[in-house]
């Protein structure tokens, strides 16, 4: 069984093929998705994948795996504390 600490130390990666396969790895969670974005959380900080027709083929989060597939357009990486800051209400986070 892995401990929390070689957890937190996985490898974040990205493969893309064609712009239409992605593979992500160090992803902890897979906070919404739709056709249109996806927004997961990684060792790296939040990232939210925009493009069209988007879906989650594989969603393995005990490794921390995920595959995408689409149109993807584009890739945008934010703070870890952006948008599941750890320790904090939902509620305070909206009324900040």
């Known amino acids: 069984m892995e401990d ?3 957890i937190n130390k996985r490898v974040h990666k ?3 093929s064609n712009r239409r396969t992605c593979n992500l790895t ?3 969670d897979v906070l919404s998705f739709d056709v249109n ?3 997961l959380e990684t060792d790296q900080g939040m990232l939210m994948i925009k493009g069209s027709e988007l879906h989650v083929n ?3 989060l005990d490794k921390g795996e995920v595959d995408v597939e689409g149109k993807i ?3 945008t ?3 870890q ?5 750890k320790g904090e209400s939902l509620l305070s986070r909206l009324f900040k």
């Open 37 to 39: 974005e996806i927004i």
């Open 81 to 85: 504390a952006g948008i599941g800051a």
């Open 58 to 60: 594989r969603l393995t």
């Open 73 to 75: 357009d584009s890739f």
């Open 4 to 6: 929390l600490n070689s």
């Open 14 to 16: 990205m493969t893309m």
């Open 26 to 28: 160090g992803v902890i």
């Open 77 to 79: 990486y934010s703070e």
